[in-house]
């Protein structure tokens, strides 16, 4: 199986390239028109044929079954599926007896595997596509992306960072010291052990995206993993995780390795396995509160990511309608429910700049009003945007958000996608505070809610901006200003809070996006979340070097 | 003043090559004869000079002073001198308030100022010497090369990792997405911002060596530190401090960078500064009951050397005399007060293997008593080696180790060193017991304390050592064997408890030393610390990559 390792090699050599040097790298084009024809069709069969069965891909050590709680946001249909279901502690012995050959696999033998799970997986892109649509509610083109070849990207990223940071320092190295007539020496070895057994636990908006940069990454380094998906979010990663058993399989491991731990609302596993002693690492997406909790455990290397208070900063600019159309697709897309989507709207009441005209605070706020009604009413563009709400939750505090106290500027509705008429709905909500009020726009409103904040001048939106990024964390940042001296005060004030900005962005590339390779998604350094995808930390911390001397004699 | 970096660039280079080699490297010969004849006199009259009176070389916010606690284990007199006491809140604004430029400096200016530092100390090794003697307890050999050279190769090792970091990723890129009849294009930059205000907290044995690297590491990524050194053990930090404050001032900025903040054992300062929430990185060297406390402190990033229980498994020898002489050293050298000395002895009960023959346990046990009492008792050899204990509190720890119910098969006894007949001295005691009195050997009995453990065999030897270290942690683990079997599994067993292990050590070479450039000190990885000294992870976690983004329009 060293074969595998020299069938992907060059695609590795690039990958790395790419990491170091920061420029656009994919070999997953992003949009499926470039991976066939009846894609479409065939994944939508696929997916549909996992419904109302036994789901059998996956390995399983015993006979238990789990009819998971998964129900499409598009058709409001329990998908009925049922998965092995395994007890923690056979999933924890199975992972530690799986662990030692795994260990001494060797790096090579370990990315060979991996990168040929990816190249599998491409196969599967539509049928992860529809299987991520009714599981998380995306759109298919969003679905396609972000399970897909974004997905893929972020795992070969990983995959690119363990392999450079494993071979950092030579296995071996004869060492001599001099001592005057004689010289002392030492065979000396090097080696990256991986720290033990990692617990990857997934989120139901981004079920595959945000789950595989851990998945790989551990595996690459040879630590085995416990994927816990969201129970309401199960299939997509399944999917996965049956391809790598497969092929681990195929390469002579037990395929235990990589083991899925589903479970249901009402029955959660998480803290059962979060709290074991054997799990050594965890990675986590999701909400603050359990990112809380898992931070409270003792031993535990623990990768984040919660939650952040993304600001956009209004303070000049060349084309505010470009501007404004641009910001109304990033707060309307997938109905707010990434991340990375703006939600606070920094605008000074003496109004921006628009080249040399003032336009006033209330006309912005109109416009972007505008923008984003615009958008929603689109017949064509607005509901595939906007897809389905994930969850009752979210659409709940769609509808809350009218009592926090701001003024409505404009209100959610339901509205109707033509395929999916029983689809869980909801435009976004656009509300309007004072500075002031910061209590009230101070927490993550998770969803298609945006708020218009008035500031005193844009120096209090930067101050604000920064403040509560540093306190609440934020994993984006787009700012608005043609004037330089603001672009390095805001610049400088984001960097206190540790967040990347991006600055004066209109026409096709968004501040929601992040390219692997290219852009860390969440800088790891404030409340947003303590990881980066992917830095050497995000892979460092899985394994520690350790030396080994011998005596020349 | 961007030629101290063009001065240094050279060196630079060198350091970090070797880091990546890890072969022998060093730009500071460790013996005191490569650095000048008069050296010694001069060192000493130099560390005279400074008794009985104010420290000067310092900055001082204020005009307070504090007569330090720090007393000279060789002549157990107070050294008497005061250092300028400034508030925590003080030390914290002077800090914040140096921060801007100096994150603004850059890495070539950091870096070269960092070197320069190193060259300036090179001068004062002899006086560093003398002040390490008379806080620490060490012999004038092993404060020459622990304060002096070693410490400067980690300093180095950690400037030179941490430039390496910082130029892991370009500066700028042009990023530009091919969107079929156009490209998206972005600038991009990629910065390394430093995490904020770093406190490093001292021990009383290593006052320079375990300190310089926290100091050097958080400096060079652009973070301000406050050096909170053992109250016993001022002196020698205090002298390196001042030294950095002086280049730093000379190339134009404020010296406040760094700072130190000194305090009495009856009013200790370090429990108010490392809770300050302005403090972001704390460095740590000490017990491991004070570490659980730093652990417990949230949102800090914590660098920890706690303690050891560092075991020697003695399976099968070459040359049992030159073993055992070997080991009776590691455990005599500076009367057992490094963190790496071996403390517990494996041996079973069935005795070990000497090329065809068998040496029954108890023949080996007598042996190794009497290598250690050869050279406790050797005049030229034994006091030197020895030195002086740098606490009553491990004197005391020396006594009541008769009382722990194991054997005494060598007692501990005072001697005296004909130059300083004064001296806090013991020779080592020599414990005996069985592998099922675990509870006696389990922790760390800091100072010239060993203990042979009886095992049933070297399976038992091998799992008690790993064990024990994954529990309790060890830095370091001795072992000798000639069975290659025997050696895997070793070696495979304290990969478990992420424990370098050095092989069949005789010689002019001992398990307590490490080598900068090519041994990680700690690993990280168990509960002897989680920093290793100088790994990624030890610069990556005092920094956050940002990146910006700006469209190209």
Redesign the interface.
């Known amino acids: 199986m060293a074969s595998l390792f020299s069938k992907h090699e060059a695609l590795l050599q690039e990958a790395c390239k790419a990491l170091?040097?920061?420029?656009?790298y994919t070999p997953y084009p992003e949009h499926h028109s470039a991976w066939g024809e009846n894609g479409y069709k065939e994944g939508e069969k696929a997916f549909t044929q996992h419904l109302n069965r036994p789901f059998e891909d996956l390995m399983a050590s015993g006979k238990g079954q789990l009819t998971s709680d998964e129900q499409s946001p598009w058709t409001l249909e329990n998908l009925g599926i049922r998965y092995p279901k395994v007890s923690s502690d056979t999933l924890l012995e199975e992972a530690k007896a799986a662990s030692k050959a795994w260990k001494q696999a060797g790096v090579e033998m370990r990315t060979g595997i991996l990168i040929e799970v990816l190249e599998r997986i491409k196969g599967r892109f539509f049928e992860l596509a529809h299987a991520t649509m009714h599981t998380s509610g995306q759109s298919f083109m969003m679905a396609f992306q972000a399970s897909g070849p974004h997905a893929s990207d972020r795992a070969l990223e990983a995959v690119a960072q363990a392999f450079l940071?494993q071979n950092?320092?030579?296995e071996t190295?004869r060492?001599?010291?001099?001592?005057g007539k004689f010289n002392?020496a030492?065979d000396?070895t090097?080696?990256p052990?991986p720290?033990g057994i990692g617990l990857v636990i997934g989120c139901s908006t981004f079920p595959v995206w945000n789950s595989v940069p851990g998945i790989f990454a551990n595996l690459a380094v040879g630590n085995p993993v416990i994927v816990k998906p969201h129970p309401g979010a199960i299939l997509p990663i399944a999917m996965v995780v049956a391809e790598l058993q497969k092929v681990l399989q195929e390469a002579g491991f037990s395929g235990h390795e990589v083991q899925l731990a589903p479970d249901n609302f009402d029955a959660p596993l998480t803290r059962e396995l979060a709290e074991h002693p054997a799990v050594k690492l965890i990675d986590y997406t999701g909400g603050t509160s359990f990112g809380k909790y898992l931070e409270s455990l003792p031993n535990k290397v623990l990768f984040t990511e919660k939650s952040g208070v993304n600001p956009v900063i209004l303070d000049s600019v060349?084309d505010l309608k470009a501007v404004l159309q641009n910001l109304a697709f990033a707060v309307t897309l997938f109905s707010g429910q990434m991340c990375t989507a703006p939600q606070n709207f920094f605008i000074p009441k003496g109004g921006i700049k628009e080249g040399d005209q003032t336009i006033p605070y209330q006309e912005v706020v109109e416009k972007l009003r505008k923008s984003i009604e615009g958008l929603v009413k689109h017949p064509k563009l607005g509901p595939g945007t906007m897809a389905a709400l994930q969850s009752n939750r979210t659409l709940d505090r769609v509808k809350e958000s009218n009592a926090l106290g701001a003024k409505v500027v404009l209100e959610a509705h339901a509205f109707r996608h033509s395929d999916y008429p029983k689809a869980r709905t909801s435009s976004p909500t656009l509300l309007e505070t004072q500075a002031s009020e910061v209590d009230l726009f101070e927490s993550e409103l998770f969803g298609p809610i945006a708020v218009v904040v008035q500031t005193r001048d844009t120096h209090q939106s930067i101050e604000l901006a920064s403040q509560l990024a540093a306190r609440q964390g934020a994993l984006t940042c787009a700012a608005y200003t043609t004037d330089p001296d603001i672009e390095r005060a805001i610049?400088e004030a984001m960097?206190e809070a540790?967040?990347?900005?991006?600055?004066?962005?209109?026409?096709?590339?968004w501040v929601n996006q992040a390219?692997a390779f290219?852009?860390?998604h969440v800088?790891?350094?404030n409340p947003a979340g303590n990881a980066?995808f992917v830095?050497?930390?995000y892979i460092?911390?899985r394994m520690?070097?350790?030396?080994?001397?011998?005596?020349v004699?």
């Open positions: 170091g040097e920061r420029s656009f940071e950092r320092y030579p190295v060492w001599e010291k001099p001592m002392v030492l000396k090097f080696r052990v720290k060349d610049q960097e540790f967040v990347g900005v991006s600055f004066n962005l209109t026409g096709y590339i390219a290219s852009d860390f800088s790891g350094g980066s830095n050497a930390d460092n911390r520690v070097w350790i030396g080994h001397r011998r005596l004699s």
